[in-house]
């Protein structure tokens, strides 16, 4: 059924087992399992979990709750697949090189391992079981396989870093979820969306755009009809300056609901309550019987569960209740003269889910994916290494139970770092963890934030962390001398919280021990030839004056004449190129979308480098050399 393997299973299996963890991924020990996503065979006795950082799938025997077989699998595998016969299990090994390796579930071996795009982190499999489509994250693409060929045969290009998938009964429509906004950052809506594929054409139907400061989309699952999608994610009020974060002032963690047949949005509600977050939304799942979504929220270490036919009762009510306004009765007049629900305010109320949603406490840390069985959800606990199940029944006990996946471990350093980074629990309400702004591994969100450290109204594109302490001062301004203090800043003024000097030194640890990922511009692992002629031109323009050295920046602050603070302050710190593949938007106030940008639209007086000397073509050969750092 499977073309011939081209990487031996041995040499994967040697190279998981020696626990070798591909640049660009958090240096964790290998001793840690880490799992991600997990799915439930269709009898539900069996769960597969993805165990990350240990390169293996757990098979766990869901009546005794215990884990009974480990199948190596290549590095970091994530997302997960399985044949409706229950034989054949897909794994995704996100890693720059990306593979999906096929295991045979009577045999518990690996029997295929096929090329896929930069870090495939999520798969969906067609209903007639003949095609597997991957989310290629780093490249913006969702790769389609033939699983007959045993290849992938094509890509269908989407807007920005795709995390996860799903595909309509009829096999028509895949619905994935777009991590993050692609668009400049100072615009009027800057949200990410869900893009819509024709699977019979192959192409990119419809980008659903979700409401404006919409991010961080992780999960995406359709209801058992079919009718709808729901998709998690944060919504960031980013507008407004960060001064107070309570009742989602900054973050709000939402839940989007939309339309199959129509594909088209519904509504986004929230799943905070109005006076505790409930942060960062990971997993979602619908049981079989239509009846429950559950929701895993990773900030906060705990499940909603929401009574789905409650929900659309009242999303519907919302939709036919009149607002008892004329037109010229302003917007904010207008939302307390309705008695009932508006849909637009729906995504600014707290109080929505309200008497429809039970919220439970796990005993493990960092949920991400979840599966339900009958009446149970099973939910990766990324941290504590184990699975927990939560019973969802109306009667059910509030106590939940964990399943571990291996021996419990004394964390290190950078892993405790790595979890603190994640947690919501310790910041004032619970409302966001670090990484509701710089992702779980500590880049950025995209979005431009109204941050106090340099006065109010003067919004800073969110800086991805990576090599932040080796590139002093931090901040866009350079106000703090470094980035030990800016974590520390981070703790007590971002996420209002009073944490112990461990945390904060064990975040440094974390933040110390993240590695650049290969860029998805190399070809092969290498430059490109216009890459090649850009690199030229990066010295031909001055580039290297301020972007010197191996990290691309001279440590010091410039007016390169892009500045929109007062007069005083127009200078901006250099910031490193490396990684600026996925850095984007760019300068201060994320006013680029692109490179291009960078060096013709928002250089007219070449204070930037000497890019006026350059043509159409140099500008972008030089983009090119830039975006493979
Ligand atoms: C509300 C969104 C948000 C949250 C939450 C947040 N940050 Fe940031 N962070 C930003 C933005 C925006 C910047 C860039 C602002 C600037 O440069 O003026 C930034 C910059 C930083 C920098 C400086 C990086 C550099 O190289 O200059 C560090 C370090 C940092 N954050 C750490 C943290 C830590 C640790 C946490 C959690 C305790 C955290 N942040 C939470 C938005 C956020
Ligand atoms: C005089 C010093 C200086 C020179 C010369 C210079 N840069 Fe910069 N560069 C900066 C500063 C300062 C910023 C930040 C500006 C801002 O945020 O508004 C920056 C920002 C950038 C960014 C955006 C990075 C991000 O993450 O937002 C890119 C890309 C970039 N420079 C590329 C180049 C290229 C290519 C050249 C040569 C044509 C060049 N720079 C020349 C100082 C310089």
Redesign the pocket.
Known sequence: MHAKKDIPTGVIILLAGYGLVPAGLPEVDPTYLSPTSLVASADGKRLYVAEATAGRVAVVDVACGKVIREVAVACHPSGLALSSDGRWLYVTSAVPEGVVQVIDLDNEAVTDTIHVGHTPVALALAPDGQTLYVCNRFDNNVGIIDLRLGRQSGTVAVPREPVAATITRNGRFLFVANLLPASAANTRHVAASVSVIDTGAARLVKNIELPDGSTNLRGIALSPDGKHAYVTHIL?R?HFP?AYIERGW??TNAMTVIDVPSQRYVNTVLLDDIDRGAANPYGVACTADGKHLVVAHAGTHEVSVIDRAALHARLLSARSARCFASSSTSRSARRFLDAGYCAQDIPNDLTFLAGLRRRVKLQGKGPRGVAVVGPKGYVAEYFSDSVAVVDLGANAREQTTSIPLGPARTMTEIRRGEMA?NDASH?LGGW???A???LDDGR??A???D?L??GVLNP??????L???A?P?????G??AN?EI??R???RY??F?VAPRET?EA?DAY?KSLKPVASPCLVEGKMSEAAREGEVLFRKAGCTRCHAGPLYTDLARHDVGTGTDDETNTSY?T?TLVEAWRTAPYL?DGRAATIEQVLTTFNPADKHGRTSILGEEEISHLAAYVLTR
């Open positions: 960031s980013y960060t900054v973050n980074f910041a966001h963890s670090c509701s702004c710089h950025a969100n979005l431009n934030w941050l450290n340099d800073k594109n969110a800086k991805s962390l090599l932040a302490h590139t001062p931090a901040m866009v301004t106000v703090r980035a800016a974590v800043s981070g703790i971002v996420q919280a904060a975040m933040l710190d910031p201060h």
